[in-house]
Nanobody, 120 residues
Framework: QVQLQESGPGLVKPSQTLSLTCSVS??????????WSWIRQPPGKGLEWIGY???????YYSPSLKSRASISRDTSKTQFTRQLSSVAPEGTAVYYC????????????WGQGTQVTVSS
């Protein structure tokens, strides 16, 4: 059974860097064809894709966030971490990690999500 669990601060101040970690169990983050993704949902809005890391370690980001986002991984701990610099109050959202089969938005496993509030 594949499980994903997000962890990170629930509150960050504007202009700070937000770092979230997704811990994966039941699967390797280096398995071919899987893309380990970060997605967020601001209050009252739809899902927004942030970016993903492929099995090879290559990363891809939303054009609107590319300059501020980074994704890295620790294969020994089966974790991948997303950092978003210079966060603004508009960054308040529920953040999810998910496994994408093939990189086309077909998510077959999701974490439960973690609420992040950006406020001073």
């Amino acid at each position: 059974q594949v499980q994903l669990q997000e962890s990170g601060p629930g509150l960050v101040k504007p202009s700070q860097t937000l770092s979230l970690t997704c811990s994966v169990s039941g699967a390797s983050i280096r398995t071919n064809y899987y893309y380990w993704s970060w997605i967020r949902q601001p209050p009252g809005k739809g899902l927004e894709w942030i970016g993903y890391m492929a099995d090879s370690g290559s990363t891809y980001y939303s054009p609107s966030l590319k300059s501020r986002a980074s994704i890295s991984r620790d294969t020994s701990k089966t974790q991948f971490t997303r950092q978003l610099s210079s966060v603004a109050p508009e960054g308040t959202a529920v953040y999810y990690c998910a496994r994408d089969l093939g990189g086309g938005g077909e998510y077959n496993y999701w974490g439960q999500g973690t609420q992040v509030t950006v406020s001073s």
